[in-house]
């Protein structure tokens, strides 16, 4: 079980949107349909922003969507805002009642 | 509202046996819904799914640790623990407890604020 494939940073300008992809294999991201989206902040714990692949918990602006295709998921931020500067983490069931993380992404917003 | 609060020792030597405690407030950890994990992150480092326990005592580890690692839960004080054994410097990582449905989905959707567990000598 290896840790599921992020860009190590990607960045935006302020109002544009960005895509962080999350690879993985059939075992785990392609083989179902639970894929989940955390965004943590310097210093605090990892709050959720997307599961089961494209829901979003209430709370969440409209603006954090999920999708996957294949193997990979990914996580789109529109109307990119200073305060979305920080790391994500994608995390995936990966059958057996295990689940793997992803090796996070930081966005920069320029 | 649900609050996990993580507790532990802070220093561990290398080979000793890391424990750790997440205390659940403001909810049952008897809850039929839901499974209770450990997460860690190594000082400026990602994320590691560590494993999950049920209120009845079933668990799940990762495939990495799962010799290393037992995830125990005492449901008199709406606790649950971790005990890593064998602990080397790459075990250095804030120790985090969350909580997620009784089902495929990792939907961690309540997280305590971590412990902070450094191992040396």
């Known amino acids: ?110 | 509202q649900l609050q996990l609060q993580e507790s532990g020792p802070g220093l561990v030597k290398p080979s000793e046996t890391l424990s750790v405690t997440c205390t659940v407030s403001g909810g049952s950890i008897r809850s039929s819904s839901y499974y209770w994990g450990w997460i860690r992150q190594p000082p400026g480092k990602g994320l590691e799914w560590i494993g999950s326990i049920y209120y009845s005592g079933i668990a799940y580890y990762s495939p990495s640790l799962k010799s290393r690692v037992t995830i125990s839960v005492d449901t008199s004080k709406n606790q649950f623990a971790l005990k890593l054994t064998s602990v080397i410097a790459a075990d250095t990582a804030l120790y985090y407890c969350a909580r997620h449905p009784n089902s495929a989905s990792g939907r961690l959707d309540y997280w305590g604020r971590g412990t902070l567990v450094t191992v040396s000598s």
């Open chain 1, 1 to 110: 079980q290896s840790a599921l494939t992020q860009p190590r940073s990607v960045s935006g300008s302020l109002g544009q949107s960005v895509t962080i992809s999350c690879t993985g294999t059939s075992s785990d991201v392609g083989g179902f349909k639970y894929v989940s989206w955390y965004q943590q902040h310097p210093g605090k714990a990892p709050q959720l922003i997307i599961y089961d692949v494209s829901e979003r918990p209430s709370g969440v602006p409209d603006r954090f969507s999920g999708s996957k295709s294949g193997n990979t998921a990914s996580l789109t931020i529109s109307g990119l805002q200073a305060e979305d500067e920080t790391d994500y983490y994608c995390f995936s069931y990966a059958d057996s009642y295990t689940w793997v993380f992803g090796g996070g992404t930081k966005l920069t917003v320029l």
